[in-house]
């Protein structure tokens, strides 16, 4: 299909459609050098199938440096509401970052979204348009926790869905080694730094 240039003829779940009166930010991350935790968060959402609920959307917040699942919310429908409470979570829990990006989807460019950031003196990015590639690290989180856990499971409904991803992402953050950390767990990463940095 491919080589005859074909696609498929089916709905899309538009995770990443943008509004058009909502402002967007340049990419900021072409050429920073991620040195530390707390210098880059990331965050983006995928969708996930229930059988005889439909859709329901997973959102995340990673921080670059580590690796590390920040926070994250399950919800029924695309509104904002649901990224914002993650961010407010992320920030209680873990202080503020220096820059947070995003791709360009009317939940993260969305005005109560954006003002959350600013508020906290916090630097917007977003990927380039249809560059999938600019926030490529959550998009492995996506792959790694459908299938590592969620195809795995087949979870019936959300409350088991809720369930399972938080034991899901307990044991990503602190059991889960990862080959681009040096065979480290997140956990691992981001305490270490703070340790190196409190013992200099």
Excluded at 39 to 45: A, E
Excluded at 137 to 153: G, S
Aim: with cysteine.
């Amino acid at each position: 299909m491919h080589s005859m240039h074909l696609k498929a003829l089916h709905a899309k779940k538009m995770t990443s459609m943008k509004h058009p009166e909502n402002p967007i930010y340049p990419y900021l991350l072409k050429f920073m050098v991620i040195r530390y935790p707390n210098q880059v968060w990331i965050s983006d959402l995928t969708y996930i199938k229930l059988p005889g609920l439909g859709y329901v959307y997973l959102v995340a917040i990673m921080d670059l440096y580590s690796r590390k699942v920040l926070s994250w919310k399950l919800s029924n429908s695309m509104d904002a509401t649901f990224c914002e409470e993650a961010l407010k979570e992320a920030i209680a829990r873990f202080g503020v970052p220096a820059l947070f990006n995003t791709d360009q989807g009317s939940q993260f460019t969305s005005n109560s979204f954006t003002q959350i950031l600013q508020d906290y003196g916090i630097r917007i990015s977003m990927d380039g348009r249809g560059r999938w590639r600019d926030n490529v690290h959550i998009e492995r989180l996506w792959r790694t926790v459908k299938y590592e856990d969620i195809y795995l499971q087949g979870y019936e409904n959300l409350r088991a869905l809720k369930r399972g991803l938080a034991s899901y992402f307990e044991f990503y953050n602190r059991y889960r080694f990862h080959q681009n950390l040096d065979y480290e767990t997140p956990d691992q990463r981001y305490r270490s730094f703070q340790a190196k940095d409190l013992a200099a």
